[in-house]
């Protein structure tokens, strides 16, 4: 079974900061997700990605396969980016089956 | 396209009776999965299909049953609701990731189930 943990849990951070959210898996993997939740619960597909890296506005999802470990980043970062933010690999690491959570980070923008 | 739709948003239960959430999504996605989110536990896996006719066991599955009779339909039972069940549901849907296919994934809006 695939373990996925996230860092850091909490982070607040300054309206405009360069936010970095980490994940590392325990398996080989296809994929992996990063998704965002705000409050109200909401779950919204950011990225999936299995190499290198994707950009979209300013969100960045970066991985590295043989370490096993992806980032996420937030340029010039707005308090509309306060949410959780969660990354999800293959249950067995696969890709055919269901998804193992990291428990999320939980960001906060101040003003 | 509506995408994934579940309903009920919210359920209250008493111990030991049962009940189904419905989860269904109208852009024929092949893979469907439910999940539980608890705090501090974060989203665990129930139950998963990756087709039709096809269902399989997850992280926590026990209390649970399913079933894909259609590609659009993937229900998820509670046969004798505990207190310990009480929790959010999130069922999602996806395509493989291959060829025209991203693999992004689509989350229905979630079910608050209290088991009292």
């Known amino acids: 079974k695939n373990e996925v943990e996230q860092s850091p849990q909490n982070l607040t951070a300054q309206e405009g900061e360069f936010i970095t959210i980490n994940c590392s898996y325990s398996?080989?993997?296809?994929?992996l997700h990063w998704l965002q939740q705000h409050p109200g619960g909401g779950i919204v597909s950011l990225f999936m990605?299995?190499?290198g890296k994707k950009k979209h506005g300013r969100l960045i999802a970066t991985i590295n396969i043989q370490e096993k470990h992806s980032s996420l980043h937030i340029t010039a970062s707005h308090p509309r980016d306060s949410a959780v933010y969660i990354c999800?690999?293959?249950?067995?690491?696969?890709?055919?089956?269901?998804?193992?959570f990291g428990k999320g980070t939980h960001l906060i923008i101040q003003p | 396209n509506a995408g994934v739709t579940q309903t009920p948003k919210f359920q209250v239960l008493k111990t030991g009776q049962s009940m189904t959430l419905q989860c269904a999504q109208d852009?024929?996605?092949?893979?469907m999965s439910w999940y539980r989110q608890d705090p501090g536990m974060g989203l665990r896996l129930i139950h998963y299909?990756?087709?039709?006719?096809?269902?399989d066991q997850g992280e926590v599955p026990n209390g649970y049953n399913v079933s894909r009779s259609t590609t659009e339909d993937f229900p998820l039972r509670l046969l004798s609701a505990a207190p310990s069940q009480t929790s959010v549901y999130f069922c999602?849907?996806?395509?493989?990731?291959?060829?025209?296919?991203?693999?992004?994934?689509?989350f229905g809006e979630g079910s608050r189930l209290t088991v009292l």
């Open positions: 999602a849907s996806s395509y493989p990731a291959s060829g025209a296919h991203t693999g992004e994934l689509f």
């Open positions: 398996v080989g993997i296809s994929a």
């Open positions: 990605l299995s190499s």
């Open positions: 999800a690999g293959p249950h067995s690491g696969g890709g055919a089956d269901g998804l193992t």
């Open positions: 852009m024929n996605h092949e893979y």
């Open positions: 299909s990756v087709g039709a006719g096809i269902t």
